[in-house]
């Protein structure tokens, strides 16, 4: 009399017959990977849009550098201009989708940017540290105004003699014994030299206001 095998598989080198404890517990592991591997790209998926997000408010000279595609460039742009809250919403998951279709090196590029916006570059903390000495330098020495143009021809030399001339008169105190005090001239010349150490308009692209590093 033959004998009859049980229908099942092998997994290394085990027989697990199908119905079997252990053919239902393989299945509930099986089960809980693939359960696991949907977590997994859902978060990753979450984590991506949420780096997209973060896109809208990168400067615009770190922008350049991302090799970014024209169809998430747009889509950017266009995101900043919508007010309504489900087009935005809407704009945000597209975003989300074209940042998946972004390879390693370019999400990395993209956190790097958005680190050094955040933290700021060893540049952009010596260029501040600078732009108070000189500040300062130029509202107490009158040959520093000199060297200043020497190194940084493009300057306003008008506006800069002008701002000169009122922070020194702001910083005059109206009654002996009085704290010197700093007005808006003070924090423009800050803002003046720090764009030109840096190379672009701070205004615009950068993360802080002038007199915001200043006391």
Known sequence: MSRKFKKGYFVRG???AEGSERDLELKRELKGTDDQSRTDLKRESLELQKLGEDLLTLRADLMKRLDLT?????AIAEAKRITNFEGKRRQMQ?????MRLIDETGVYNIRAALAEQ???SARENYALHQAEIWRDRLIAEE???GEWITQHADTDTQQLRALIRQARKDAKPEKPGEA??????YRDIFQIVRQQL???DVTE???HQAGDETP
């Open 118 to 120: 955040n933290n700021g």
């Open 70 to 74: 024209e169809k998430l460039k747009d």
């Open 198 to 200: 840096l190379g672009y």
């Open 180 to 185: 010197v005090r700093h007005g808006r001239a």
């Open 205 to 207: 692209t950068g993360p």
């Open 14 to 16: 085990e027989f697990v």
């Open 94 to 98: 597209f975003i989300g989708k074209q």
């Open 143 to 145: 040959e520093a105004f």
